[in-house]
Each structure stands twice: as C-alpha cells, then as structure tokens.
C-alpha cells in the first residue's frame, strides 16, 4: 500500500514542470517519513511506544482473535483464538514473559466446543474457565447453520478441557460470550441468542442472563424480549460489589429506532433477585448506538463504557449503522454524558470496553478508523483530550483489533488483532497478532 502510494506520487511530480529535484526529494522523505510515522514504525518514540510481542500462524497456534480480552496472570497472558490450532476450530493459548506462545487446548468441533469468541476467567486453583460460540450439542444448529450451540468450559491446570454446560439454543439460551466468576466459583454470562420463545426473534430468541455453579447446572436469571427492555446482549457482564450485574445489549429499547436492528441497545442493571432495570436507552443519535462493551464503574456507581456506532452520523465506515461510535459515562440516576465521538481518523468502532489508569485515563482500541482505517488505540485524558497511541496499518502491526486491553501493574497495554501480522498465513488476511502498547 506504501509502494503503490509512492510510485503514484511519484508519476505525478515527476511530470511537474520547472519542480527542481531537490524539492522532490524532501519532498518524498516527508511523505514517506509522514507514512511510516503514523503507521507507527517511523518515529523513534513510536517504535518504543508500540511492539508486537508474538505473530500467530493459524497452525497449531491458532489464528483469529476475536473479542478475546487478554488475562494477565503475574505477566502472564492468557487468551483464546476463534479458529486455527490443530483441529482448526480454536485455541486457548498462554503467552509468558520470555516471550513464549503455548497452546494449552485446541478444540476439536464437537461436544468439547468450538470457536471462542471470548476470552478466559481464572479460579483460585488456576483453573480456566471459558466460552465457545458453537459446538457442545450438535443436534442444535447455531443461527449461523454450524452445529452446536456453544458450551461454557473449565481447562484445568494439567490441560484437560470439560465443557461443564451445553446450550441448545432453546429457553436456555445459545451462543454465550465472555464469563464473570464470583468468589464461590460460580460462573455468570450472557448468550446472544435463545431464551424467550416469545421475543420479537420468535424461536430464535433474544438472549439471556445465566449462571453456571461448578457442577454446571445452568440457571438462566433472566430472558430478554426485545422490547423496552433490551436484546441480543453483547460482551460482558460487570458485578459490583452488592452482586448486582450491568450489560449492555446492541438491539431494543427504543424499537423505532436504528432501523433495522429494532432499537439502539440499552444499558442494564440486573439484581440479585432477577428484576431488570433499563438505565440508559440509546437513541442513535450523538448519544451513541449498538453498545457491546463490558463497563468500569468508579466508587460512585457511575459506568463507563463506549459504543460501536452514533456518535457523528457523518462519520461512516460502510459498515452495519451510521456513526463511528463513542466514549460516554451514565450515572447512578441514568443520565448519559458523551466524552468522546470518534470522527475516523482518531479511531472507529470502539470494542469490548475501556481500562484505566491510576490517573483517571482511559484506552482502548478501536476496530476500524485511524490512519488506514484498519483499527487504533487510543488514549482518552481525564480532561476529555483523546490522542491515537496507535495506528494500525495490516501488516506486520496486524489490523482491525477486536478485542479490549490488558493493564499490567506498569501501566503496560496488551490487546491482539483479528487479522494482519503474517500475511501469508490465510493469505491476504494475517492471522492476527498479540502486542503490547506504553502509554
């Protein structure tokens, strides 16, 4: 993409009548200088700022990682790839501080699950717990027609995988995503699909809240109607301190709104007792639309978090909906203060969440946007002044990160990319890579 840039520009100036060399070789030096730079490998304190600290290679490491939020145990980092490994259907990997990738369990495609679209919680034992997006029961056929509904899984320490729950997509719910764990080892998510069969999905469903103990028996602690209550819950579940929960779901709420989804999403808080409570009912506009993010909440009560889309509706990336997405904080009350709207250059599509600082900053990457509109991570101050720490260009750095960040205790990011690094793996794509940003 640089090559063909330059040989372009170059064509062109050197027609250029009366344009002395000199000038076109500054010329070109800041151009290309002006390229790298923002591609993050020109500049000095760019170089040193962002590193990619492993490539995957799709076999037997895997390959795709999509919304695997990164666990970071005493620097080591644990994670999950959507595919690849060595029966292709996805991996959950360790990354150490030497620098070492290991695949600690590929799945197979069949009652053990397949494809993670999510990344892993820790007990007190070290034992991992996850979730996969298909297989487990494969009489149940997913909405994407692959067999299997998805599974919640414990890995334990010596490598042996167990899928303690199987969904069958019917009222107890199917397609789950990211876990919460309490400190009794219970297990909490939510599903995209299955639940109530009497949504505006119909069989279908609009998703579910659910709970797995250790013996896996799954109780679903609440069904979404796609109504003025929410559906499709996407991402995460936060619990406070009280066991309360808080999501997000990217369709209902107000159902005239962002046609065609059937509404803009809304935020949720669910209590102990299973009663749903709407806080904030995106409208689509410059309030933003379609949240799928997990939430921070500070010693107040008040979340933060970002949407995917609305925001600045000129701002399109061709994608599902309008608008590049926001940063925004609700209160305790449900008022809803936008801190940032991304405009494309400064980053696009915010996913899975925020981290913070010590000094009150957020980060995150966004998926698209930025120089190459192939992903960022940004900064975002307390003050509301948002910087790009990273512009991703879809090679080597990898591109259109999807998943959120990791904070270590030095302040040290680490995310992954869906795609780019080796461009030969699954070619033209890349298989993704795992990278660490200073801020």
């Known amino acids: 993409m640089q090559r063909e840039f330059l040989s372009g520009a170059q064509v062109c100036f050197a027609g250029s009548v009366g344009l002395k060399k000199e000038i076109v070789a500054r010329w070109f030096a800041a151009v290309l200088a002006l390229v790298l730079g923002v591609a993050g490998f020109g500049r000095p304190a760019e170089a040193q700022r962002f590193s990619v600290l492993y490539t995957f290679t799709g076999t037997p490491d895997g390959s795709e990682l999509s919304q695997s939020n990164l666990l970071d145990v005493n620097g080591t980092l644990y994670g999950t790839t959507y595919v690849g490994g060595a029966y292709g259907y996805g991996t959950v990997f360790k990354f150490n501080r030497q620098g070492q990738e290991t695949v600690l369990y590929s799945f197979t495609g069949g009652t053990d699950g397949a494809n993670p679209s999510a990344g892993v919680v820790r007990d007190a034992q070290g034992n991992l717990y996850g979730t996969t997006f298909s297989g487990g029961d494969l009489s149940c056929i997913s909405i994407y ?58 069989s279908l469903g609009c998703g579910v809240v659910y ?23 996407d991402g995460f579940l936060t619990m406070d301190s009280a066991g309360n929960f808080y999501g997000a779901t990217i369709s209902g709420g107000n159902v005239s709104a962002c046609s065609p989804f059937g509404g803009c999403g809304v935020i949720f808080k669910l209590d102990k007792s299973g009663k749903e409570t709407v806080l904030y009912t995106f409208q689509g506009g410059a309030d933003g639309a379609i949240p799928n993010a997990s939430f921070l909440m500070d010693d107040k009560g008040n979340l933060y978090s970002t949407t995917n889309f609305g925001g600045d509706l000129s701002c399109n990336n061709n994608q599902f909906y309008t608008g590049c997405g926001v940063v925004f904080e609700v209160t305790t009350a449900g008022r809803e203060k936008v801190l940032h709207t991304f405009r494309g250059k400064d980053g696009a599509n915010p996913t899975l ?21 192939l992903g960022t991570v940004f900064e975002l101050t307390a003050k509301g002044t948002e910087s790009v720490l990273h512009s991703f260009s879809g090679l080597a750095d990898g591109k259109l990160p999807d998943s959120g960040l990791v904070m270590d205790a030095k302040g040290n990011l680490f995310s992954n990319t869906l795609e780019g690094g080796d461009l030969s793996c699954s070619p033209p794509y890349g298989c993704g890579t795992l990278f660490r940003v200073l801020p």
């Open 145 to 202: 027609g692959t067999a299997g509904c998805g599974v919640v899984f414990k890995l334990d320490t010596t490598g042996t995988e167990t899928a303690l729950y199987s969904f069958t997509g019917g009222t107890d719910g199917g397609e789950p995503q990211g876990l919460t764990i309490d400190s009794a080892g219970n297990l909490y998510g939510i599903t995209f699909f299955g639940g109530s069969q009497t949504c505006v999905f119909g």
């Open 353 to 373: 969440g925020l981290v913070q600082d010590a000094k009150g900053n957020f980060y995150s990457p966004t998926e698209y946007g930025g120089v190459f509109n």
């Open 211 to 233: 709970k797995v103990d250790a013996s896996g028996n799954e109780t679903v602690l609440y069904s979404f109607q796609n109504g003025t209550d929410g559906g499709e819950p």
